[in-house]
């Protein structure tokens, strides 16, 4: 089994955007009728959304994603925290039709209601109601809900921790994953979403969150950012620090995903970072999308370069699916009781 | 010969800190005495400052480092626009002293008077002095006068158009180089400064920069940030933007130093960079200070790596001087002079 951790709906049809404008026009014109909650797309038209994903998938070789809204329109700076609630649970619960729709191909983790200068304490029961109500098994945790200025508390602020209690609760994860960004010196994929995740990466380091919650687990994606290329420097850093190694500190709570997209990247991340600390990810359809002129393949086909790597039959096991039963241990559940239904 | 591109003056005598202490103290209480900008520091202190410096050029087999004011000491943020002038100065007339001490072993690249909000057309004159009355070879540019919040535009508008105009006159490059972070969220050398290496490559290529100025060249540091490990992604980007490759569109004008404290990071670093563009540097005595408990050796000893890769020696003598000498065209005159005078 290959599980990809990491797929954002970012083909969902057209009514969901028109939700969004709808509901953003009218933060600036109230006349404008409220959109509906509930948006007129049938299930065939959000199967004819998928099959892109379903495609790549099969071609791939790939079988499970774990999927959740587009993280470029969770754009939590926008409007108010009630804006981002009711955007966050239409989106949500999209995820949760996709997955009713295809339940071996997705498995859902949800957007969270975040919005600038609000406590993620209002994270927690959307959290609840996508975990213990549609069966999804984490989520994503937008470090800078500001979306470029990074005004809010950093991640390992106490400020946090009433959504942490709830992961820890639930036993879900959260991948550490920036939205789009207003700010003009961040392109939001070239550099918002690096820099978020070098930025999560530093501030763990230099935290004691998780001497706070031993359980709690964060996925760091897009290869980590830039600390995998930087090991040498977080381990002098952590050492200066008087800390203990990197391992010890951090990789009981902290993973790296494979979206990273060429061959020496992926080398790299393979040779510093333990293999127990890997999941398997694409971000397929995502932030690149053609075809890489050098090798003749998707640059997000990520399987392809793994497969290169001279890594033992157990060490791929884990990278490919067993990391993500461990980080996300509410799969397997969801996954047996597919078995069942099928 | 070889050349360290990027060495701050990280070690400078306690006058320093005191000026620029009762500097930002009298912004408080303008009943402070005016610190006097003739710091009182004897050359014997300087040369004694020094001694870590230059044990490590002889040890390590280096000659010649182009050396700056500390990066964190810059902190454009701080006070006003005249605050950063006079502070910058003070800084600058230090390096000098330095150089002048050690010519053989320094030479001079300037910090500029930036400050959040102000045109950087007001580093002009700094720029002029240090290069054409101090000798110096470059400046260092922060990316975010702000220190930390990205309030400023970015290095691709127009806002920065004047110190380039003065920087192409004078035919001197810019590193990329941020400074401290007031921001909690970002770490200072663990996240603030890949982030804006990040940040500022990612502006590079999604502007026109290069065609308004074809002979302006930038060294990014610490390895370009997270770009070598991501340069598939930012290949991808660029094709998905119908832009030209990434060697075409930025190669001819952007450089990466050898700030990279592992052998896997340097690894990746001349896979993926050509060694045209690549620059040998270490930033010591800086950001970590440590021995590596893996080698035996010093995180910062970069020199170390570069003499593992298996390249050719035409490709070697590229990395440790010759692009120095291409990218910084006044280091030349400048030796030259110094022969002739020694």
Not at 210 to 232: C, E, K, M, N, S
């Amino acid at each position: 089994m290959i599980i990809d951790c990491h797929g954002h709906y970012t083909t969902a049809p057209a009514p969901l955007a028109q939700f969004r404008d709808r509901q953003l026009a009218r933060l600036i014109d109230p006349a404008i009728a409220k959109p509906v909650r509930e948006l007129s797309i049938s299930d065939d038209q959000l199967r004819e959304s998928l099959q892109k994903q379903l495609t790549f998938q099969r071609e791939r070789g790939t079988d499970l994603t774990i999927f959740s809204p587009r993280a470029g329109g969770m754009s939590h700076h926008s409007g108010t925290e009630h804006t981002s609630v009711e955007w966050t649970q239409v989106c949500n619960d999209l995820i949760h039709r996709v997955v009713q729709l295809y339940p071996s191909n997705f498995v859902g983790v949800c957007q969270l209601p975040q919005s600038p200068g609000v406590s993620p304490a209002n994270c927690i029961e959307e959290l609840e109601r996508c975990v213990t109500e549609l069966g999804f098994i984490g989520c994503n945790i937008n470090p800078d809900p500001t979306d470029g200025y990074w005004t809010d508390p950093p991640l390992t602020d106490r400020y946090w921790y009433p959504l942490y209690e709830k992961m820890v609760e639930l036993d879900v994860p959260g991948m550490v994953h920036v939205s789009c960004s207003c700010n003009p010196n961040f392109h939001a994929v070239g550099a918002h979403y690096l820099n978020g995740d070098t930025a999560a990466f530093m501030q763990f380091l230099q935290s004691k969150l998780f001497q706070d919650f031993p359980t709690l687990r964060f996925v760091i994606p897009h290869g980590g950012g830039a600390v995998p290329y930087h090991w040498g420097r977080y381990r002098g850093i952590a050492l200066d620090l008087k800390l203990p190694p990197l391992e010890e500190l951090l990789l009981n709570n902290v993973y790296f995903d494979t979206c990273v997209y060429h061959q020496p990247g992926i080398d790299l991340l393979s040779e510093v970072i333990p293999a127990d600390n890997i999941l398997f990810a694409s971000e397929m359809v995502g932030a690149v999308r053609g075809i890489d002129p050098l090798t003749g393949h998707y640059f997000d086909d990520t399987k392809r370069y793994l497969d290169h790597l001279p890594l033992s039959s157990e060490d791929k096991d884990k990278i490919f699916y067993k990391n993500a039963l461990k980080v996300y241990p509410r799969l397997e559940k969801v996954l047996a009781e597919r078995e069942i239904a099928s």
